[in-house]
């Protein structure tokens, strides 16, 4: 059963400002402890495109020092550190009760910038959204295909890799590249860390905040091309390290034509909870 709703995401995408560097944007109502992180993320790419105008997000790179309340109101401070012709950086935190639990570093580029050079990884070889088993997320509510039927709660040993086509239905998302880019970001948070714990025998994400405590403390993306979410995308992800309580991996965002839409990567802190 999920959780939230797409019209509650699209809705926190709203931001508005309230003073010369201060902005403020809704939380995401659901039943959950914490502000889920790619709601941060979503936000902090809504917030550089309304600071930038003519420009949307080429990079972002987010920490998560603490966790942020859903109890709290949502405030946004905005450095406008660099504005040029096709370039622009932009510096987002959030604080609640004087305490910093958001931080973002945007770089924004002139998305009509043209050039004849282009490559890019090929897209992984896993068929298409039509070989792919269904899932019913509890945090992303459109259409999700599981690439090899992956139950990333099993806890037997596997290989630390996830794939799953995502696509947005049921809703008409407007043409702005940026819409599609925040919803994309908001996505890729969910599952890296379900990945990580994938290769160690016994354990899965269904031990997270049972006998483990997991959270994202940094995640950061590049987007390389336009792409839409309401078409088929292909999420991959994979573990990389698992070590000293911290853990990181990355994946790619791919069109279904096979071009590479954007990259990101998550470091975490997964450490097991003192026994109760």
């Excluded at 998305?111 to 992303?140: F, K, L, R, W, Y």
């Amino acid at each position: 059963m999920a959780l939230v709703d797409l019209g509650a995401i699209l809705g926190c995408l709203a931001v508005e400002q309230t003073g010369p560097t201060k902005w403020t944007a809704p939380n995401i109502e659901m039943d959950y402890r914490r502000i889920f992180g790619g709601q941060l993320l979503a936000q902090a790419i809504a917030l550089g495109a309304a600071t930038s105008e003519g420009k949307t997000v080429k990079s972002l790179s987010c920490l998560f020092p603490r966790e942020g309340s859903l109890d709290e109101p949502l405030e946004f401070e905005v450095e406008e550190t660099q504005t040029g012709r096709a370039f622009a950086a932009r510096r987002v935190s959030a604080a609640q009760n004087g305490k910093t639990f958001f931080i973002a570093q945007l770089s924004m580029h002139d998305e009509s910038e043209q050039s004849p050079h282009d490559h890019h990884d090929p897209m992984p070889d896993v068929g298409s959204p039509n070989d792919a088993s269904d899932e019913e997320s509890t945090m992303i509510p459109w259409q999700n295909r599981v690439v090899g039927g992956v139950d990333l709660a099993d806890r037997s040993a596997a290989e630390a890799d996830f794939a799953f086509w995502s696509r947005v239905d049921g809703a008409e998302l407007p043409d702005d590249l940026t819409t599609h880019q925040a919803l994309a970001a908001y996505a890729t948070d969910l599952n890296v860390i379900a990945t990580l714990l994938r290769p160690i025998d016994g354990i899965s994400v269904a031990d997270a905040h049972v006998s483990l405590h997991t959270a994202v403390t940094g995640h950061s993306m590049s987007f390389h091309r336009p792409f839409r979410i309401d078409d088929w995308c292909l999420v991959t992800q994979h573990g990389i390290s698992l070590a000293g309580a911290r853990g990181y991996g990355h994946g790619g965002v791919y069109r279904a034509d096979g071009a590479l839409a954007a990259s990101f990567a998550q470091e975490s802190m997964v450490r097991p909870l003192p026994p109760s």
